[in-house]
């Protein structure tokens, strides 16, 4: 009788705890497998939009590799901005803005990786790339102010060779002659950085 009353106990506490706590339980398990179904199709929404973005980016490329015409490539671009093949596009349509000598339209498309791209190295290449038009567009305070942002040594010789152009353009020929310099101790072997350099003390005597 013991027993069966000890039995009789243990269910009267599994009926009060479900009672007191089953619709928690419940919910919480009805949640648990919703997030999971929930994030499962966000997986798959995500896989197959990052699927869909590489297809229109291989069209876009090709159309603007056969036509010579960007654009396809800045309509790709304006509808995929939150994904990795529109800061590579932007790269690409830049190139071509500088090569029709449309400096506004490529420091646009620059910016526009600066802003928008995830990986980081990517961004300070399109740094690089936007000082470079900056100059040519004789903005060289702002070139100066983009070119300190890029922090990666791998542009280090980069960057030094363009701020002795800019310094050159300032006439600050001692600024200048310490950039190249810099910049070629990582790239002695760049004749055209030695060439600046030598040509320096020419310029600063006119």
Known sequence: MEQFATEEQQVEAIKRFWKEHGTAIIVGAALGLGGLFGWRQYSDMQTESKEAASVAYQKAVENFSEQGNSAGLEAFIEENKDTGYASIASLL???KAVE???LDAA???LNQVITFADNAQ???????RLARVQIEMNQL?????TLGTVANEAFSAQV???KGDIYKQQ???DEARLAYSSALE?????PLLQMKLDNLAVEAAQ
Do not use: I
């Open 171 to 173: 006439d600050k020929f």
């Open 122 to 128: 990517m961004k300070e290449l399109a740094s690089v």
């Open 160 to 162: 030094s060779e363009l």
């Open 100 to 102: 029709d000598g449309d």
């Open 93 to 95: 349509a830049a190139k």
């Open 141 to 145: 305070d702002a070139a100066l102010s």
């Open 186 to 190: 990582e790239n002695a072997n760049n």
């Open 107 to 109: 420091a646009s498309h």
